[in-house]
């Protein structure tokens, strides 16, 4: 990196995010004024069991198959563990504890592993993708747990 052109924020990746990631991992970026952006930590502070998780972190099977790796076991069937592979914006705090949320929605997919000499696999799920579904505005860092209201719906109609 160009240090003429570093513009003074902060990265750090944290752990403790109920993400679906092993090890928890989400990050957070403070800027020069010290607002903070929060990457990949899916529920929000002030969540509670049955609210809303924002689905910003995407996940893959991961093998381990050497001995300091993360998902490494014994066997290599049992060597699998979920990654996050994209952690996307989902919380900003400004310095006066104002806050903005940002919503995803994930296109799963499955793949079938460690398949046998039978023919029969272990069918693993994945985050193929996903798309922004929403964001909400103006609100307290505390009170942002809940996704926004939809403004509209693909089966809503108009008079023209």
Do not use: I
């Not at 998780?53 to 198959?65: D, K």
């Not at 006066?96 to 997919?109: F, L, P, Q, S």
Request: with cysteine.
């Amino acid at each position: 990196m160009d240090p003429g052109r570093d513009d003074g924020s902060k990265v750090e990746l944290l752990k403790g995010a109920a993400n679906g990631d092993k090890e928890k991992e989400y990050w957070r970026v403070t800027n020069e004024e010290g607002v903070q952006y929060y990457f990949g930590m899916d529920r929000l502070p002030g969540w509670a069991s049955g609210k809303a998780e924002t689905n910003s972190a995407w996940s893959v099977p991961v093998y381990g198959n050497h001995p300091n790796e993360p998902c490494h076991q014994a066997s290599y069937a049992n060597s699998v563990c979920d990654q996050v592979y994209r952690w996307n914006l989902d919380y900003v705090v400004d310095l006066r504890g104002n806050a903005m949320t940002y919503w995803y929605g994930k296109e799963r997919n499955h793949y079938g592993s460690n398949v046998t000499r039978e023919g029969k696999s272990t069918n693993r799920a994945y985050d193929r993708g996903g798309w922004l579904s929403g964001s909400r505005t103006a609100c307290a860092a505390t009170t942002c747990s809940r996704p926004p209201r939809p403004r509209w719906s693909s089966t809503s109609t108009s008079a023209a």
